[in-house]
């Protein structure tokens, strides 16, 4: 293990090769991916490390649509040794439909996997009965997917923090970036409220923020940022396989027992700054449970313990963005657009080769590239209707002196 | 024109509230019930929440209280019980004759505002519900009068039934009469500790000895002599070593310390008795303030993290207001309910005037004439408490369990290990303490939570979160102001699925309900994605074809 020096970090040692902007899963696992390989980087956050929606997540790492699947699939086995942390990486997954629309969507993402050597088996109510005790016999059918799995997405930000610092890189929590400086069309500088750090190349990895950062450069990334909720019940004994999700729920059993899930509708807001919105829940949290208590009809007596809500960002077309930008030329933009973590491993790869090499070796990139929104209208979020709804109820006032 | 909406949003969807109420107090002890009635005697329509009767199953979960199983039989009929408190509180009769809408054994688990984040909600609402179901009412002015719970103190055995706090203590013997122990020790001696022993006195109950790590008892010398007069064995300089017991508590080992601190070897002694009542201190109830977003300040004088307020309670969310013991709790205010009454007054009259029910004028007045009582400002709590966690660690070791729920003990939070069930060790995760994880920037519970699992459990920190904070702060070398509080989130009561769910929901909610955002071209297989973004109404092509 290499020596760590937390130190140089706060003071002494300013910039790096790499700064990297963002300390959320995806730019976390670039400065990995990056310190592995020894390049000398930094991650700046505003906060602490996974403290958004990395860490606030279902945890989910199936995800047979995206250009990264075979990398994800592939990586995820081998991240609790390679990282040197636990992850709680769990195989497999299983889909509860409880009506036929369900199974047909189910069957569909199948489809994808399919196409990509991925199999799975269909399960009759019987075969998910066995697998899934909680489910009940509203359950029509399922599917248990030979492929993907889950992790604990707090466990698993902080063990790519950690292990960036073991292969010497640096992170510097509660630093919000003021401004970037360009010179001779490239970037040199990233000015924060706790010093200004040098580079040569800029990683931007910012969750919500990343659009405001990519402006400072002149680039256009358009991004609508929106709240969403999650629920969180009691330890119940643990199933065989605690990837399970269904019914308009994405979500998990997790190693302790707890019935982790998410879903259902989202509320779209404003971020006009680099300050952290407040990631409140509402009585939404009622709904998920009816859902969960539907698709597990045994777990209807199980409480819920919390709930918890995150801020995340998606692009007009609800894709990634990660491109290397032309002016400034040694800047790479990354946006999941809301489903970063479980392509994480994936993704830090991406971004290693783009900074390293100018480009991917094992997947196309030109479908996320930044280029597709050349021409978007100004008012995309109006004609999505993606815009805060019009207060309806006056804000509570800072009253109190 | 209305703006077109994403109908995948939540815009919309979020169903009104069964009912609405002007004024809605949670909380009917002293405070919250003051608050009530001074505003329905001045016309307000008032309603009145109150958790008790506490489910005998949420006391089996140390819910909200540290009841330690110690509760009868007793708690398992709530209608009795209701009639009990209802019997035992002349406000409460009052409160119905005024027409206050009075809703007993009936949980407050959330509360929602619109911010910055929301603006879905037509009105500020309360999450309610009972044993069968859950409702919401919505509201122009909340007071939360939450009051105060116990503060947990960790020692070898302390998870065995029969080992409780002072809080829920108080209410199986004065509030439930369903206490079901005889012989008691009690840890600690300022006025919560001494208003304890007299309680159990006058309930007929043995006090076998109030244990106190100072040199001196600590309470109001009227109450001092009232237990002198008892016999009760008051033993200073001493601290808990263990609760002993086969499955529950048979005996309290105390140990004596030296005029340093310190535990003296071979000092024990071992004290016969069925329950272990934690009286070293109260913590203000200010879950349902921080899930609404007031703002919270560190006061130990106060009893750590109490609502920013001003003099009629108003938080920094102008419609709720915080009185009683979840606003601050001391010596003066345990001892002395009236000022808790003066509190509420004011806070009922403040909210009866911003509704219109008094002239603002009349309402200060009324204020005014509040007489305020004088007392010593309280002095800072925390050191008295941290220096019972040092001398508890000093005798019982690190392996001690700090997070019931969990199984983390005292060397596993400051160790930062992974919970035991990962099986998991690594040269570089024990390379990683809670003092490394310092040098990354200041620590926060809430992440030490994600990694160890204290407070994760299902009573969310309420026995463990001001020791975890308080070891945080030692382990670190940091002031214990200086430790950000744990956050809370709704629902603040574990109620279950088939309880919190809503048994009707919009069509809106059914219809357009998406595991996630709905985008049609989110999870288009790869080979498939068309460089033009096709999903904005209007789009252009993009100038540069792609290279595919």
């Not at chain 2, 006391?59 to 110690?70: A, E, K, N, Y």
């Not at chain 2, 009412?137 to 706090?165: C, N, Q, T, Y």
């Not at chain 2, 989110?522 to 999903?535: I, L």
């Amino acid at each position: 293990m290499a020596e760590r020096n937390p130190e140089a970090a706060a003071s002494g040692k300013t910039g790096a090769s790499v700064v990297i902007i963002g300390g959320g899963v995806t730019g976390l696992s670039a400065g990995w991916w990056l310190a592995r390989s020894g390049v000398d980087v930094l991650v700046l956050d505003k906060g602490i490390v996974g403290w958004e929606a990395s860490g606030r997540n279902g945890g989910g790492a199936t995800h047979a649509y995206s250009p990264f699947f075979m990398e994800e699939q592939r990586l995820w086995p081998q991240m609790d040794e390679l990282l040197g942390y636990p992850t709680e990486y769990q195989r497999h997954r299983i889909r509860v439909a409880l009506d036929d629309a369900q199974m047909e969507r189910f069957n569909r993402i199948a489809a994808i996997a399919d196409g990509q050597g991925f199999k799975c088996d269909y399960l009759d109510r019987k075969n998910l009965a066995e697998l899934v005790p909680l489910v009940g016999d509203n359950a029509v059918g399922g599917l248990f997917c030979h492929y993907g799995g889950h992790a604990n997405p707090q466990r698993t930000t902080q063990a790519y923090a950690w292990a960036l610092e073991d292969h010497g890189g640096r992170i510097l929590q509660h630093a919000t970036v003021t401004g970037i400086t360009v010179k001779a069309g490239k970037v040199c500088e990233v000015v924060t409220d706790r010093g200004r750090f040098g580079c040569e190349i800029l990683v931007i990895a910012a969750g919500p923020q990343t659009g405001l950062l990519a402006a400072m450069l002149g680039a256009e990334l358009p991004l609508a940022p929106a709240r969403v909720e999650m629920i969180v019940t009691e330890p119940v004994p643990l199933m065989r396989y605690g990837g399970v999700d269904g019914n308009g729920l994405y979500g998990r059993q997790t190693l302790r027992g707890n019935l982790a899930y998410g879903g259902g509708p989202h509320e779209w807001i404003e971020i006009d700054g680099m300050q952290t919105p407040p990631r409140v829940t509402t009585s939404l949290l009622r709904h998920l449970g009816r859902r969960l208590a539907e698709m597990f009809p045994k777990a209807a007596h199980v409480r819920i313990i919390r709930s918890w809500g995150g801020i995340v960002e998606n692009t007009p077309d609800g894709r990634p963005v990660i491109d290397r930008l032309q002016d400034p030329s040694n800047a790479v933009l990354a946006t999941m657009s809301s489903v970063g973590f479980g392509l994480s491993p994936a993704t830090g790869r991406v971004i290693m080769e783009l900074v390293r090499d100018g480009g991917c070796s094992f997947a196309n990139l030109t479908p996320i590239s930044l280029a597709r929104f050349r021409g978007l209208p100004a008012d995309w979020r109006e004609r999505l209707g993606w815009i805060p709804v019009p207060m309806t109820m006056p804000a509570a006032a800072d009253a109190a002196r | 024109m209305a703006p077109y909406l994403d109908p995948k949003s939540v815009a919309g969807k979020i169903p009104v509230a069964e009912m609405h109420v002007p004024l809605i107090v949670v909380g009917a002890g002293s405070a919250g019930l003051a608050a009530a009635l001074e505003a329905a005697r001045a016309g307000v329509k008032t309603m009145l929440v109150d958790e008790n009767p506490v489910a005998g199953a949420l006391m089996g979960l140390d819910v909200p209280l540290h009841f330690g199983q110690r509760m009868n039989a007793a708690v398992q009929n709530k209608e009795r019980l209701v009639e009990r408190l209802v019997d035992s509180n002349p406000g409460l009769a009052e409160a119905f004759e005024l027409g206050i809408e009075v809703q007993l054994g009936t949980y407050a688990w959330g509360a929602f505002l619109n911010g910055p984040t929301v603006r879905t909600l037509q009105k500020p609402m309360l999450g309610l519900a009972d044993e069968d179901r859950s409702w919401m009412v919505s509201f122009e002015h909340l007071i939360v009068a939450a009051g105060a719970r116990d503060l947990g103190l960790s020692f070898a055995g302390w998870e065995k039934p029969g080992v409780m706090g002072v809080a829920g203590a108080m209410a199986l013997i004065r509030r439930y009469k369903a206490f079901d122990g005889r012989r008691l020790v009690i840890l600690g001696s300022g006025a919560p500790a001494l208003e304890m022993a007299l309680a159990a006195l006058e309930g007929g109950l043995t006090v076998a000895a109030l244990v106190e790590i100072e040199a001196s008892v600590r309470g109001p010398a009227d109450l001092r002599e009232k237990l002198a007069r008892h016999g009760v064995p008051l033993m200073t300089r001493h601290a808990i070593s263990q609760a002993r017991g086969a499955t529950e508590v048979a005996s309290a080992v105390l140990v004596r310390l030296d005029d340093a601190g310190a535990p003296i070897p071979s000092s024990e002694v071992e004290i016969a008795c069925d329950s272990i009542v934690t009286a070293i201190g109260l913590v203000p109830n200010v879950e349902l303030l921080d899930v609404l977003g007031c703002r919270l300040h560190f006061r130990s004088e106060l009893g750590g993290y109490v609502p920013v307020i001003d003099d009629a309670g108003r938080t920094t969310q102008g419609c709720v207001r915080a009185i009683g013991d979840c606003a601050g709790v001391f010596e003066a205010k345990v001892l002395h309910p009236e000022l808790a009454v003066a509190e509420g007054r004011r806070a009922g009259l403040a909210a009866a005037a911003e509704l219109g029910a008094v002239g603002a004028d009349a309402a200060t007045a009324l204020r005014q004439a509040i007489p305020s009582s004088d007392f010593d400002s309280p002095a800072a709590i925390h050191p008295y408490w941290q220096e019972w966690l040092r001398i508890e660690i000093a005798v019982g070791g690190w392996e001690v369990h700090v997070c019931q729920c969990e199984d983390v003990s005292r060397g596993d939070l400051v160790e930062l290990r992974p919970p035991s069930y990962l099986k998991w060790g690594s040269s570089q995760m024990r390379g990683r303490t809670l003092k490394t994880l310092a040098q990354d920037g200041p620590v926060n519970q809430d992440q030490v939570k994600r990694l160890t699992r204290a407070g994760m459990g299902p009573c969310q920190g309420r026995r463990c979160r001001e020791q975890v904070q308080m070891l945080l702060a030692s382990a670190t070398g940091v002031p214990v102001d200086q430790i950000p509080l744990a956050s809370y989130r709704a629902p603040i009561r574990p109620l279950p699925l088939s309880v919190l769910w809503p048994h009707e929901e919009t069509e809106a909610m059914r219809e357009h309900w998406d595991i996630w955002f709905g985008i049609p071209t989110q999870f288009t297989p790869h080979w498939e994605m068309d460089p033009v973004s096709p999903a904005v109404p209007g789009a252009k092509q993009p100038s540069t074809p792609s290279g595919k």
